[in-house]
């Protein structure tokens, strides 16, 4: 039996395990997913974070898509990925479609890219990531620069004299 004089210093030592044990598990398990964008450099969009997630890049240019799920639980995990823009509401271009599955506590990564010429230039479009569980949404645009090297997106008017 545990001496009744240090009985609490045991509880308050067990409780504080506890709390720690529950932070932990609720910051690390679950399903996470990221987006790595090469579009002259590679960037990352972890979609966690609350900043905004868009890709720019000049028309005519390919731009490589890498997506990964991590799944940090203790059953594995499975679902079908899709990657498509959009236009608005209309659904431009379907990139691929795939099944996957996720063992516990490891990773996949799928990748793809996307040709700027099969879309319009100076246009704003949208990637939509879907899963079995999660939509991710990502801004698109794609400069078309003249022949110059004037950029002639819709928000910049240089005056011709």
């Known amino acids: 039996m545990v001496n009744t004089k240090n009985q609490g210093l045991y509880i308050g030592v067990v409780c504080l395990i506890g709390i720690i ?3 932990f598990f609720d910051a690390y398990i679950g399903i996470y997913d990221t987006l790595y964008v090469e579009e002259g450099w590679e960037r990352e969009i972890a979609f966690d974070k609350s900043y905004p997630k868009y ?3 000049d028309y005519g240019e390919t731009v490589y898509f890498r997506y990964e799920i991590t799944n940090r ?3 594995e995990y499975n679902t079908g990925i899709q990657a498509s823009v959009w236009r608005g509401n209309d ?7 795939v099944n996957k599955s996720v063992k516990p506590f490891d990773s996949i990564t799928v990748e793809w890219t996307l040709e ?3 879309l319009e230039p100076n246009t704003k479009y949208i ?4 899963t079995n569980t999660f939509e991710r949404i990502v801004r698109m645009e794609f400069y078309q620069r003249d022949k110059i090297g004037i950029d002639v997106s819709p928000e910049i008017i ?3 004299e």
């Open 73 to 75: 639980r203790f059953n």
């Open 127 to 130: 990637l939509k990531i879907n």
């Open 116 to 118: 700027t010429e099969k």
């Open 55 to 57: 890709v720019r890049a």
């Open 158 to 160: 240089i005056p011709i």
């Open 91 to 97: 659904k431009d271009l379907t990139l691929f479609s």
């Open 21 to 23: 044990a529950i932070f």
